[in-house]
């Protein structure tokens, strides 16, 4: 099994993550500071990171030159609440495969984990696809028939987890937290405006409105 290290020292965002991975059936451990990270990945077979900045005691970058140092093919994906392109240089300069920011969308973590592993652990198709509609998560590219749409970040996202779950009903809630990650006000009319977005782009019957729930992706 796939084994994930979360170095991360908020226990509500590690415990989203490491059941969010559970549920895809990664098994995970939890750090809350640098150098329990270090221990782990140096005592554990881990096949991912997913390593915090802002850490106690030894800060995320230094945990992540001793990761290159010692275990050179692992790959690191930076999670982190700060917004500076100088952070975002130094990291992917330090050698982290990836780069999010806080909030973040779950379904696009697992996107960027699923793409990161080693293709022996099984990587997945990075094409989605139902009817006429499709998204390359490698590429960030939508298409629609043989069309490309122009999306904005969240309207990619979005149809992503439509076409993660075809001809399933999906709550607001459910998609709020998939999109738009812990911290967005759950009574925001968010997903239905841009359900609207998807709609004018992709057709207004791609996405079907079930009344008191949620929405659907229609397949035909």
């Known amino acids: 099994m796939t084994r994930i290290?979360?170095?991360?020292?908020?226990?509500?965002?590690?415990?989203?993550?490491?059941?969010?991975?559970?549920?895809?059936?990664?098994?995970?451990?939890?750090?809350?500071?640098?150098?329990?990270?270090?221990?782990?990945?140096?005592?554990?077979?881990?096949?991912?990171?997913?390593?915090?900045?802002?850490?106690?005691?030894?800060?995320g970058f230094s945990v992540l030159r001793m990761i290159r140092a010692e275990r050179h093919d692992l790959p690191v994906i930076?999670?982190?609440?700060?917004?500076?392109i100088e952070d975002t240089v130094a990291g992917l300069s330090g050698g982290a495969d990836d780069y999010m920011r806080k909030p973040f969308a779950f379904d696009e973590l697992l996107a960027r984990v699923r793409l990161?592993?080693?293709?022996?652990?099984?990587?997945?198709?990075?094409?989605?696809?139902?009817?006429?509609?499709?998204?390359?998560?490698?590429?960030?590219?939508?298409?629609?028939?043989?069309?490309?749409?122009?999306?904005?970040?969240?309207?990619?996202?979005?149809?992503?987890?439509?076409?993660?779950?075809p001809d399933q009903v999906l709550s607001r809630a459910q998609l709020l937290s998939q999109v738009w990650g812990l911290d967005f006000d759950p009574g925001s009319n968010v997903v239905d405006v841009y359900v609207r977005y998807l709609r004018e782009k992709l057709g207004r019957d791609v996405i079907e409105t079930v009344r008191g729930i949620g929405y659907r992706l229609q397949v035909p």
Do not use: M, N, Y
């Open 78 to 84: 930076i999670l982190t609440a700060r917004e500076s």
């Open 116 to 165: 990161r592993l080693r293709p022996s652990e099984g990587q997945e198709a990075t094409v989605l696809r139902a009817g006429d509609v499709a998204v390359d998560i490698r590429t960030r590219r939508a298409l629609v028939g043989h069309r490309t749409i122009e999306l904005s970040s969240r309207e990619f996202t979005l149809l992503e987890v439509f076409l993660r779950h």
């Open 5 to 59: 290290l979360i170095v991360e020292d908020e226990d509500r965002i590690s415990s989203f993550i490491a059941k969010g991975l559970a549920a895809e059936g990664f098994a995970t451990e939890v750090a809350g500071d640098g150098h329990l990270a270090v221990e782990f990945v140096r005592g554990g077979s881990f096949d991912l990171v997913i390593l915090d900045l802002g850490l106690p005691g030894l800060d």
